[in-house]
């Protein structure tokens, strides 16, 4: 059984940081892409960052590009996304995703929340202004 769990999310002030973290099992982690996602209420879910299969290709919507970054370590199974100079329109919940692929590099599909294969149950990150 396939299960991502997402953890260290929080209020934290405008400009502060937050780092936060998912941990996987039951998959054969370094086979798959992991994207973070993130929905504020009443939004539709949207992409925040993807890395590749070994961790060596990263991507970032443009909203938060230069501000996050993602990481992982394939011998733990996990994936974190270090966020930094938040703002009050980062406030969501964040979802961690896993995509199978045989190619270790971030491609148009793994932007796309409808083609990943398992999600977790997310994790709130409230910014206050």
């Known amino acids: 059984q396939v299960q991502l769990v997402e953890s260290g999310g929080g209020l934290v002030q405008a400009g502060g940081s937050l780092r936060i973290s998912c941990a996987a099992s039951?998959?054969?982690?370094?086979?798959?892409?992991m994207g973070w996602f993130r929905q504020a209420p009443g939004m539709v879910r949207e992409f925040v960052a993807a890395?590749?299969?070994?961790?060596?290709?990263?991507y970032y919507a443009d909203s938060v590009k230069g501000r996050f970054t993602i990481s992982r370590d394939n011998a733990k199974n996990t994936v974190d996304p270090q966020m930094n100079s938040l703002k009050p329109e980062d406030t969501a919940v964040y979802y961690c995703?896993?995509?199978?692929?045989?190619?270790?590099?971030?491609?148009?599909?793994?932007?796309?929340?409808?083609?990943?294969?398992?999600w977790g149950q997310g994790t709130q990150v409230t910014v206050s202004s």
């Open positions: 995703a896993a995509q199978a692929t045989v190619v270790d590099r971030i491609l148009v599909r793994t932007t796309r929340a409808d083609l990943y294969d398992y």
């Open positions: 039951g998959l054969t982690f370094n086979t798959y892409a």
């Open positions: 890395i590749s299969r070994s961790g060596g290709n990263t």
